[in-house]
T-cell receptor, first 115, second 115 residues
Framework: AQTVTQSQPEMSVQEAETVTLSCTYD???????LFWYKQPPSRQMILVIR??????QNATENRFSVNFQKAAKSFSLKISDSQLGDAAMYFC????????????FGPGTRLSVLP | GAVVSQHPSRVICKSGTSVKIECRSL??????MFWYRQFPKQSLMLMAT?????????EQGVEKDKFLINHASLTLSTLTVTSAHPEDSSFYIC???????????FGPGTRLTVT
């Protein structure tokens, strides 16, 4: 079974600075998808960024980018120019390319943004 | 993106009673919906997968007779917690999937408190 690990339960960053959240996963599959979700205090899950494993190029979405290292099974999230609104729980998630499979979520990292 | 709603957003019920939570895909048809449970300061744990017109598939350790799932239409899935107990108090989140593994949208969640 696949597992997702986030080794940083809590992180903090100064406003306008850059922070990197770590995620590692374990799988025997070669084709899969990886995601970062944000869960603010409202508890609504918000998709931040996603990466298809077959793509070598790292995904980027505005201030958010990932460092996808397939061989190392690592998928870190970099947030640039951090804003107060970025404060939230961040979950790394794995999803098999098998249509019948669902997300496997990591335990989450709580990010605080300091003014 | 597509919108998924949940109703109610909060519910308080007495121990021993049943409570129903609705999950609707508002602007798309979802052949598959998922139900998650999230305890405080923890990650999302998949409870069951609900396919329209067929029986739900429950994850190991989830009591199917206690958590009744019905997916009667392509836009509505319901989760009924029967004979609720205080330990069932949690945050319940549904998600709905379109045709591809990348297209999955989360509802805003329902906070259940059993007294």
């Amino acid at each position: 079974a696949q597992t997702v690990t986030q080794s940083q339960p809590e992180m903090s960053v100064q406003e306008a600075e850059t922070v990197t959240l770590s995620c590692t996963y374990d799988t025997s599959e070669s084709d899969y998808y990886l995601f970062w979700y944000k869960q603010p205090p409202s508890r609504q899950m918000i998709l931040v960024i996603r990466q298809e494993a077959y793509k070598q190029q790292n995904a980027t979405e505005n201030r958010f980018s990932v460092n996808f290292q397939k061989a190392a099974k690592s998928f870190s999230l970099k947030i640039s120019d951090s804003q107060l609104g970025d404060a939230a729980m961040y979950f790394c998630a794995y999803r098999s390319s098998n249509y019948g499979q669902n997300f496997v979520f990591g335990p989450g990292t709580r990010l605080s943004v300091l003014p | 993106g597509a919108v998924v709603s949940q109703h109610p957003s909060r519910v308080i019920c007495k121990s021993g009673t049943s409570v129903k939570i609705e999950c609707r895909s508002l602007d798309f048809q979802a052949t598959t919906m998922f139900w998650y449970r999230q305890f405080p300061k923890q990650s999302l744990m998949l409870m069951a997968t609900s396919n329209e017109g067929s029986k739900a598939t429950y994850e190991q350790g989830v009591e199917k007779d206690k958590f009744l799932i019905n997916h009667a239409s392509l836009t509505l899935s319901t989760l009924t917690v029967t004979s609720a107990h205080p330990e069932d108090s949690s945050f319940y989140i549904c998600s709905a999937r379109l045709l591809t593994p990348l297209e999955q949208y989360f509802g805003p969640g329902t906070r259940l408190t059993v007294t």
